[in-house]
């Protein structure tokens, strides 16, 4: 009987190194244990390589430029588009992933100019902010958010990118792996960036917005909950109503003028 616990003593080595390093990185406690060990497990990249310009250098060195008359668009932004296969889901078409799993807008605009600039698209869309709400980088004020959402506009259509900001997605706490997910993302929060991205977008004409909330959102204001398992990640069922929301804002994208 006194040997049981020896079957759980990887797992708490890993839970004390990793408290170790957030306390030597003198990384704050958030008084959410998912997100301090979350945190903690990504110091060595806050230190690095912040905007993990790394993950996607080699590829971008071998993609060639468009072809002629060829409207490459660039998905950009965390999980949810890092999770996207994109050649199922719009076979044939010249897109191209750049999302990273957990990043944040600061660690997005970091990359923008190697990730989105350099390999020359028409369109640029861009999902993100769920993970600044959460806090995954540290306390993020919604106005640090809208302005490195500007920041990244800005660079856009002074490289003639047109820009299409894609609404936060809702989130739901039905699933017994949701709630954790759930409680760092405040619906209201959530709510009052996309108001943020409508604003921008009804002023600034080479910009478009990409309403994915109203079409994967249920009554009581969450995520449906067939939508998601872990209720922030879409499953397939959300990607295939998210699709062709996604290809309908591009086409009106591409037929606007050049910035």
């Known amino acids: ?21 957030a306390q030597q990185a003198n990384i704050p406690p958030t008084g959410d244990p998912g997100l301090d060990r979350y945190r903690a497990s990504r110091i060595a990249v806050f230190t690095d390589d912040f905007g993990e310009l790394s993950r996607y250098r080699d590829a971008n060195a071998t993609l060639k430029p468009p072809a002629p008359g060829q409207n ?13 296969k994109l050649a199922e889901y719009f076979p044939g078409k010249p897109y191209i992933n750049r999302g990273i799993s957990g990043q944040t807008t600061p660690q997005m605009l970091i990359r923008f100019r190697q990730d989105v600039i350099e390999l020359s698209p028409k369109v640029v869309l861009i999902l993100a902010g769920t993970n600044d709400i959460a806090g995954n980088t540290g306390p993020m004020r919604l ?8 920041s990244m506009a800005e660079l856009a259509r002074a490289n003639q990118v047109r820009v299409v900001f894609s609404s936060v997605l809702p989130v739901h706490n039905y699933n017994p ?43 009581k204001g969450y995520m449906k909950k067939d ?19 996604a290809e309908k804002a591009i086409a009106k994208a591409l037929v606007n003028p050049n910035p």
């Open 1 to 21: 009987m006194l040997l049981r616990p020896l079957r759980y003593f990887p797992q708490l080595l890993l839970l004390a190194a990793l408290s170790a390093s």
């Open 143 to 150: 106005e640090d958010i809208e302005a490195n959402y500007v």
């Open 227 to 245: 939508l998601a398992e872990d209720g922030l990640h879409p499953n397939a069922t959300g990607y295939k109503i998210m699709a062709p929301l």
């Open 72 to 84: 490459r668009v660039v998905f950009f932004g965390d999980s949810i588009t890092d999770m996207w």
């Open 177 to 219: 792996q949701s709630p954790r997910l759930f409680a760092g993302r405040p619906p209201e929060k959530i709510l009052a960036l996309n108001r943020w991205m409508i604003n921008y977008v009804a002023a600034h004409s080479d910009c478009f917005y990409l309403d994915y909330f109203s079409a994967m959102v249920d009554d």
